[in-house]
């Protein structure tokens, strides 16, 4: 700092070097904190409370929105094991069901109630004759998967499934 800005004295303009005065300010003008010529942009403090509210903001809907994707697969895999072990205990009772033949893969069967006990046959409902139906029930008619598991096309339930 020159002398004279120490002692308090007082200062000739014409003496300043202002090209000098330019270079020791913008060395490192990126570094202010304020604009170092008249031409420069306009620097405000930011609002750090402002900027923080819309970070997390930001952060819950977008943790929200994932958590909401994580949530409907858990639905969609509960769903689906849901139904597996449906078709296991549905395949349960139609193997517990007498059976007098091999069923084959991907052949339409039905599941008939007589006297008490299950009974799988090749037979439609519309198939039996008038003495037969007096005899028997329609519960199911039924298909045979690749896993051999049963798969229930129709019941005489609404909701399609067999209580066991």
């Known amino acids: 700092m020159p002398e004279e800005f120490k002692r308090g004295k007082e200062i000739d303009v014409d003496r300043i070097d202002l090209d000098k005065l330019r270079e020791k300010s913008a060395e490192n003008p990126g570094l202010l904190p304020y604009a ?46 849901k139904a597996i072990q449906d078709r296991k205990i549905i395949s349960e009772r139609i193997y517990r069901a007498e059976m007098r033949f091999e069923p084959l893969i991907a052949h339409t069967y ?38 051999h598991t049963w798969e229930i096309v129709e019941s005489r ?8």
């Not at 031409?39 to 819309?54: F, Q």
């Open 110 to 147: 039905y599941l008939y109630q007589r006297s008490g006990s299950d009974l799988v046959s090749l037979v439609a409902p519309n198939e039996w004759g008038r003495s037969a139906r007096k005899n028997i029930e329609w519960i199911a008619t039924m298909r045979l998967l690749a896993d």
């Open 36 to 81: 170092h010529t008249n031409g420069s942009a306009v620097i405000r403090p930011e609002d750090m409370n402002r900027t923080v509210a819309r970070s997390l903001s930001a952060m819950d809907q977008q943790t929200e929105m994932q958590m909401d994707q994580i949530m409907a697969q858990m639905k969609l895999l509960a769903d689906q094991a």
């Open 157 to 164: 339930q609404e909701e399609s499934n067999i209580e066991i």
